[in-house]
């Protein structure tokens, strides 16, 4: 599908100590102050910031003092696997006496802490469930809870309903009164900030010296933290690139859990160079596969694991999961396109696409709509059929300028009983909802997104960040642009744009492109290599224009420039 490349505003101007390209990309970025470029743990905003953070600490203190039973409910994703895992890791190291955890199964006891997941964990008899990137919605599965006389801490960062559940703590940035200036943590980053507010206070108490232990530096989790950050595509704000460049600091020094080595060495990702779009394109997938195929207990063992051994096997069992999922949504992204029967970019096409198969798996729509959206430019949502009863469970992909967490809230204001239920983001949701209401969703969902979003919005946009001039194309420039970040969702990586004279191309693999250019009215010659567009290059074409970004090509101890291709069209 064309895409058209559209430059960036430039961002009010601004003076850092860093070259003016930098410069012109953090403006952009509305980077404005030396201080939003600091990323070390003492910029991070304090905890004390959050709501509820003290009645969090005082029930896990007395948990702690008490010995109380803890059981940890976490979710069925990758920021949900390294929450629980951080949490298991960090709740050990205080001292907790008894600490287990339970993940549902998506089919028989749905998204949560719901009601029937309580009725298994209720014969255990802990004294404390802690849910972790979930909760916020669980209203039933609290009130079941505490009738069981089990006491409930919530931490989430899901946006809340209009009303909150009767848990006795809950922690979440987005809870309405909340004065947390970052309301872009995930799971993982709000239990880490709750887990750092329990050792200063046991620290306080004198904790560590009266029960005889090491206080632990809680900074030594931060690769799972950061893991888990990006694998969520949550906003990289000043907080999270704290979070994460910290992370990806103590995974490049060999000081990660052995299982994030191990899933870093079956993808074949150099840990020394570990970047931000390691952990979220090749470490995450291959945590949610575990939960989309299999038992998401895999991920959080792979990561809970000291063993080396233990843990390259399990990674190298998600790895052949991740294998199986990629061919199973494959199958499923044709059949979705071929069901469309319209060309991708017209104007016939829904605004907001709804999609289903009686046959699809329910773990791997969410996928499945992130790739249709891709294709389309417009929000997906993918349907499964959940065969014990009868429901239909939907995942949500959105496009900018659509917040599709608040267009399905409106929906099911409008319409009372249409949705079963519903939780998520802006930018990715979930919803469940009866088969027969599907036509009804459908026309709902269209017309609810055509009140947001214009024909114009529909269209693929590749945002750039402008040209490059002749002493811009160096090495030193793209070293300094791969550590300006950590880039990601909301921060992202900085793309040019610009014409370029083809002086040779080879086919690499039948798929990608190994290309020669040069930068049009200079005299320079770059390399650039553009994986899966064999298809959009006619060979013989003198000159293209290029959306790309600059790449260190590491070869036998080597470093030099590269580009890397993201888009390229005939000029």
Not at 388 to 399: I, T
Request: proline share 6%; with cysteine; glycine share 8%.
């Amino acid at each position: 599908m064309a895409k058209l490349i559209v430059r960036r505003p430039p961002g009010a101007p601004v003076n850092l100590p860093v070259p003016p390209v930098l410069q012109r990309i953090y403006a952009a970025r509305h980077v404005h102050s030396v201080g939003e470029l600091n990323k070390e743990l003492r910029s991070l905003t304090p905890f004390a910031a959050l709501s509820q953070i003290d009645r969090a600490v005082d029930l896990l203190q007395t948990a702690l003092q008490e010995r109380w039973r803890l059981l940890i409910v976490a979710d069925l994703d990758a920021d949900g696997a390294t929450s629980c895992a951080l949490t298991l890791r960090a709740l050990r190291a205080l001292g907790a006496a008894e600490v287990s955890y339970v993940v549902p199964n998506r089919f028989t006891h749905g998204y949560g802490l719901t009601p029937e997941i309580v009725a298994v964990v209720a014969d255990q008899q802990p004294h404390l469930l802690i849910t972790v990137d979930n909760g916020i919605s669980s209203h039933e599965g609290v009130r079941v809870a505490q009738a069981h006389g089990i006491k409930v801490l919530i931490t989430d960062h899901h946006l809340p309903g209009l009303t909150l559940p009767a848990a006795d703590a809950l922690v979440n940035p987005n809870q309405p009164g909340d004065c947390f200036p970052s309301k872009n943590l995930a799971g993982v980053g709000v239990i880490f900030y709750v887990l750092s507010a329990l050792r200063a206070r046991l620290r306080e108490a004198g904790w560590f010296a009266a029960q005889g232990l090491a206080e632990p530096n809680l900074a030594q989790f931060l690769d799972i933290v950061a893991l888990g950050t990006v694998a969520d595509v949550v906003t990289l704000d000043h907080t999270n690139r704290i979070l994460v460049e910290q992370g990806l600091k103590r995974i490049r020094a060999g000081r990660c859990v052995p299982g994030i080595k191990a899933l870093l060495e079956v993808a074949r990702r150099p840990m020394e160079r570990a970047t931000a779009m390691d952990l979220g394109f090749y470490i995450g997938p291959r945590l949610n596969a575990a939960g989309r195929l299999a038992d998401m207990s895999l991920s959080i063992e792979c990561l809970l694991t000291d063993d080396p051994e233990l843990a390259h096997r399990l990674a190298q069992r998600m790895d052949d999961l991740n294998r199986e999922r990629k061919t199973i949504e494959n199958d499923m992204r044709d059949q979705a396109l071929a069901r469309l029967q319209l060309p991708l970019d017209s104007s016939d096409l829904p605004f907001g696409l709804c999609l289903f198969d009686p046959a699809w798996h329910p773990g791997v729509v969410g996928i499945l709509a992130g790739r249709v959206r891709e294709q389309t430019h417009r929000p997906v949502i993918a349907f499964a059929l959940d065969i014990d009863d009868g429901q239909l469970r939907g995942s949500a992909r959105s496009v900018p300028g659509f917040h599709v967490r608040d267009a399905l809230a409106t929906i099911a204001a409008r319409q009372p009983g249409l949705i079963s239920r519903f939780g998520g983001h802006a930018a990715a949701a979930g919803l469940s909802l009866p088969a027969q209401h599907l036509e009804r969703f459908q026309a709902a969902f269209d017309a609810e997104t055509r009140q947001w979003l214009s024909d114009d919005d529909l269209q693929g946009r590749l945002l750039s960040d402008g040209e490059l001039v002749p002493g811009e194309f160096s090495l030193d420039i793209a070293q300094q642009v791969q550590q300006g970040g950590p880039w990601g969702q909301g921060f992202p990586e900085p793309l040019f744009d610009g014409v370029f004279e083809v002086l040779s191309h080879q086919i690499m693999k039948e798929h990608h492109l190994k290309l020669r250019l040069r930068p049009s009215g200079t005299r320079l010659t770059l390399e650039a290599v553009a994986f899966n567009q064999v298809s959009y290059f006619l060979p013989g074409t003198a000159r293209l224009r290029l959306a790309y970004r600059l790449d260190v090509n590491e070869w036998r101890g080597e470093s030099r420039l590269q580009l890397r291709i993201e888009h390229l069209e005939v000029a």
